[in-house]
């Protein structure tokens, strides 16, 4: 994990999908958190003003620390906010491309 975010301009977290979790791919939140989680420490081996990312929801203190989450770094509360308004952006233009085909 630690190569990953080494000299990174931005941490885009995904959340871990725990519904889609019983087979016990990992053995305890806690230990996960622990190997992969985003957290104060690790995200101090990025650039120094690293932009973090999360699509939501989030599982806080599994995937990424209320900390990091809430930080100075991170733009997921505008990346949700402006998550709607995008994806519809997007299928206008591709719609809009197909009516010009």
Same mark, same amino acid.
């Given at each position: 994990?630690?190569?990953? &975010? $080494?000299?990174?301009?931005?941490? !885009?977290v995904?959340?871990?999908?725990? #519904?889609?979790?019983?087979? /016990?791919?990992? +053995?305890?939140?806690? =230990?996960? $958190?622990? &190997?992969f989680?985003? !957290? #104060? ?9 690293? %932009?973090?990312?999360?699509? /939501?929801?989030?599982?806080? /203190?599994? #995937?990424?620390? +209320? ?8 733009? &997921? #509360?505008?990346?949700? !906010? !402006? ?9 206008? %233009?591709?719609? $809009?491309?197909? =009516?010009?085909?």
């Amino acid at each position: 994990m630690e190569d990953a &975010i $080494a000299d990174a301009d931005v941490v !885009n977290v995904l959340r871990i999908q725990l #519904e889609r979790q019983k087979k /016990g791919l990992f +053995p305890t939140p806690r =230990e996960y $958190a622990r &190997i992969f989680g985003i !957290n #104060e420490e690790r995200l101090k081996l990025a650039k120094k003003n690293v %932009l973090v990312m999360h699509p /939501g929801p989030m599982n806080r /203190g599994l #995937e990424i620390s +209320p900390d990091v989450a809430y930080g100075r770094f991170s733009a &997921i #509360e505008e990346q949700v !906010n !402006n998550g709607v308004a995008v994806r519809m952006a997007v299928l206008s %233009l591709t719609l $809009a491309d197909e =009516e010009c085909a």
